[in-house]
């Protein structure tokens, strides 16, 4: 399994690679932010720190084509990748600063919580259950839970037609889409991976009928596969995308609402969704109302 969804990544690269190399659509980065080289920050907080340190550990996705994907050379890219440049530049870092952590779902609190991270960005929705134990600057991107079916399927047209159609459905462990589907699903139904990719894979070999996520995330697997899903289209819940920080952090997350309303100000938010997402996906986003710290 292991071996198989590593050569499953590295044939997604290589066309990623040969995507561009073509000049087609390519969700590669844009290229780095100009880096704040002056930055300097009120002493004992995060960000002085970091700055000091002069690099810092971001938790992303790396399976996660337009927002989270690591290519051949080890990096990832993606909206989220370049919402975290946007971040690091400003805390003086250039990207080659940067330990990218590849965060599955299920261990973003913890990973937060145990120092092994400084922030996460990894289609990370802002919830009550997870405040308990982090807190969230953002949200950066409001998406919403939709289905992703073979293209030949039409069985299966809304979350209500599960059910019926006996469907088995794949998503991953510690995810908010994993849950919800059990309001329409029985559980024995219910498919868990740690990580999308694989859930892709299972519906290539019919082990499951449906995949279950994030819009966006469903969209850059369509998108990869080649015409083989489709995506069904009908978002049904509103998953707002934060940033992880540790919890209680305030002038941190003040830190990075504060960057990121600059970014939606001088067109770098714009641009790094241009680059990335933007690719596939039709609609530019408005960054949303930011939340307040606490
Ligand atoms: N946004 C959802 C979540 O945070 C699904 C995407 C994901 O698993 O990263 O659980």
Redesign the pocket.
């Known amino acids: 399994m292991r071996l198989r969804s590593l050569m499953v990544g590295t044939v997604t690269a290589a066309l990623a690679l040969s995507l561009t190399a073509c000049g087609k659509s390519s969700d590669s980065g844009s290229g780095n932010p100009s880096v704040d080289a002056k930055a300097s920050f009120e002493a004992g907080t995060t960000m002085a720190a970091l700055n000091q340190a002069g690099k810092i550990r971001i938790g992303t996705?790396f399976d996660q084509p337009l927002f989270g994907l690591k290519g051949l050379d080890g990096k990832p890219t993606g909206f989220d990748v370049e919402v975290a440049k946007l971040l690091a530049a400003k805390l003086g870092l250039s990207a080659d600063k940067i330990e990218w952590v590849e965060t599955p779902?299920k261990v973003r609190e913890e990973v937060i919580e145990q120092g092994k991270v400084d922030l996460v960005v990894?289609?990370?929705?802002i919830n009550d259950k997870r405040k308990e134990r982090i807190s969230f600057a953002g949200p950066y991107y409001e998406?919403g839970q939709d289905l992703m079916v073979k293209k030949d399927n039409d069985k299966i047209t809304d979350q209500n037609s599960l059910k019926d159609a006996g469907a088995k459905v794949c998503s991953?462990t510690?995810?908010?889409?994993a849950e919800t589907i059990k309001k329409y699903i029985d559980e024995k139904n219910l498919v868990l991976f740690d990580v999308?990719s694989k859930c892709a894979d299972a519906l290539k070999n019919n082990q499951v009928d449906a995949v279950t996520?994030?819009n966006v995330?469903l969209l850059g697997l369509v998108d990869k596969s080649e015409g083989a899903y489709k995506l069904v289209g009908k978002p049904f819940t509103k998953?707002p995308?934060g940033i992880g920080i540790k919890k209680g952090d305030t002038k941190f997350c003040q830190f990075i609402n504060d960057t990121l309303k600059a970014a939606a100000a001088d067109g770098s938010y714009e641009k790094a969704w241009k680059d990335t997402a933007g690719k596939v996906a039709p609609n530019t986003p408005k960054l949303p109302e930011t939340a307040t710290c606490s």
């Open positions: 996705k779902s990894a289609t990370y929705t998406a991953v510690g995810s908010t889409p999308y996520t994030d995330i998953e995308y």
